[in-house]
């Protein structure tokens, strides 16, 4: 049973009407119709936040499908509600989040070969240890383990020590 169930008897006065003046009456009324006016503003806003939620994990679970980040879900307008609507709005702001054109597009992609992918994370790596920012000797094992974590328990674990 939730917190919003009330009995039909609730809101019934249980007095006798005769020895009730008109603003006795009057005042159990206005009672009573507030506390039904409050439960029925609290049911609306569960539902919102409800429909809320399920409207940023329907736009979430559209653009991880896309092979965008779901997180751009929560800069989605309200008015969009068809994936045509969220891929043209796309189009218009997803250079924002580096998400743009890149859904429809005719052009084939070059992908790197897996030589230049490990030519490009060696040289990453270089510029970092250059710059003093990684330790190669410290951190390689750390930073493996951190991008291997599996989930948050896994990373705690690592902050714990």
Do not use: H
């Amino acid at each position: 049973m939730s917190q919003y169930d009330y009995e039909e008897d609730d809101f019934d006065a249980e007095v006798d009407e005769s020895s009730l003046s008109g603003n006795d009456l009057v005042k159990k009324l206005r009672k009573q119709i507030s506390a039904m006016s409050k439960a029925i503003k609290e049911r609306d806003d569960v539902l919102s936040e409800y429909a809320e939620a399920a409207y940023q994990e329907s736009i979430a679970d559209t653009l991880s499908s896309w092979g965008l980040n779901p997180r751009i879900a929560a800069f989605v307008p309200d008015d969009i509600e068809t994936e045509d609507e969220l891929s043209e709005w796309l189009e218009e702001y997803g250079d924002a989040f580096a998400a743009g054109s890149s859904i429809e597009s005719d052009e084939p992609v070059e992908e790197a070969s897996p030589l230049d992918m490990d030519s490009l994370y060696a040289s990453e790596l270089m510029a970092d240890v250059e710059d003093g920012s990684f330790d190669p000797e410290v951190g390689l094992d750390l930073q493996n383990r951190l991008q291997g974590a599996q989930s948050p328990e896994e990373l705690l674990a690592m902050l714990k020590g």
